[in-house]
C-alpha cells in the first residue's frame, strides 16, 4: 500500500503544481493518472502548442510548462501510479481514505485531491463506417509530434479552434495541407480564422468547405479520403493523402470518480470556492478544470491558485493542532524533501554605522 499526505488525482499542470505548494509546506503528494506521462493534455494532446496566458512566461510550449513544473517539484520527490485510472474509495475509521486503482494497487492518505482536468476525455469521432480500420494507420485525432507529418499530405476535418490552429501550425510542416469542414463559417477565434484564409490565398492551405469526408480508402494503410461536397454539381472526390486527422473536441468524462457520492453539476464537481475548494465530503477537495462554482474560469492560472487556497486548507486537516505562519518564498526559500536549499540572495545595499 502507497501511502502520502496528499493523494493527487490528475497529473497534469494544476495537480503538479499543487505537490510544489504542498512540498513548502512540508507536505508529502503521490499523484494517480490514467496515461503513461505526467501533463495531462498538456502533454498527451498539444505539447507543442504555444500558451500565451502563463504569468512570467509570454509564450510557452505546453510540454514546455509541463518540463519546468516537474523541475519546479523535483525537490519534494513526488511519487507516481501513471497509467493507471482511480477506480474505487474508501473511507476509513479515521477519516482518511483508501484509494484503489484499475490495477488494484492502493493508496492511503487523509486528504484526496481531483486534479483530473476535464477527466477522462474521448476524442469525437465523424461517423465514418471504415475509419476504426485506419486507426493508426494514417487516421489519428490527436497530435501528439507534429515531426510525423513533416513532407506529407494531411486531411483536417473540424471548424474550431483545434482544427484552424493545427491547419496553421502544419502548414509549415507537412507537404500539403487541408482542411475541410461542412459549413462555410468557423466557430475558432477570428485571428485564426483570418490566418487560414490568407494561408488559403497563397496556397498553403487547401480550404475545402461546404464539404464532409465521408470514406476511407487504402489497402492496409490510409492513401485517400472520399469528400462528398453539398453542391451537387461537385458532387464527390476523391483526395489522396498521408493522414486524415479528423478535430471534433472531446468528450469529457469522470468515469468511476462520479460515483464516489460527490455533488456533481454538469459534468463537474461541485466545490466550495469561497473557502478551500473542497467537495461536500470533508477531506475531498477538486481543483482545476475538473470542478465548477459560480463565476468559475476554466484556465492553467486559475487551477493554480486553488491548488496554493487548497494545500493551505489540507494543511490544517492533517496538522489540526499546529498553526502555519505562511511566508513568502523570497524570504524562506525552498528547502526540498532531498536536502536541497534554494534561497534567495541578500546583498548589502546600504551600511549604518
Known sequence: MIKTDILIIGAGPTGLFAVFEAGLLKLKCHLIDALPQPGGQCSEIYPKKPIYDIPGFPEVLAGDL?????????????????????????KQEDSSFIVTTSHGTKHHAPVVVIAGGLGSFEPRKPPIPSIKDYEDKGVAYIIRDPEVYRDKKVVIAGGGDSALDWSIFLADVASEVSLVHRRKDFRGALDSVEKVEELSKIGKIKLITDAEVVDLKGEGQLDSVVIRHKDEVRGEEVKS???????????PKLGAIANWGLEIEKNAIKVDNSYDYQTNIPGIYAIGDVNTYKGKLKL??????????????AYQRINPDKKYVMKYTTVSGVNGFDG??????????????
Not at 492553467?300 to 486548507?313: K, R, T, V
Open 66 to 90: 509541463v518540463d519546468n513544473l516537474m523541475e519546479q517539484i523535483k525537490p519534494f520527490e513526488p511519487g507516481f501510479t501513471l497509467g493507471e485510472r482511480a477506480e474505487t474509495i474508501d
Open 340 to 353: 536541497s536549499k534554494k534561497e534567495a540572495k541578500r546583498e548589502v545595499v546600504k551600511s549604518i554605522n
Open 241 to 251: 493523402t498521408d493522414y486524415f486527422i479528423p478535430l471534433f473536441g472531446l468528450s
Open 300 to 313: 492553467i492560472l486559475c487551477g493554480f491558485h486553488e491548488a496554493a487556497i487548497m494545500c493551505q486548507s
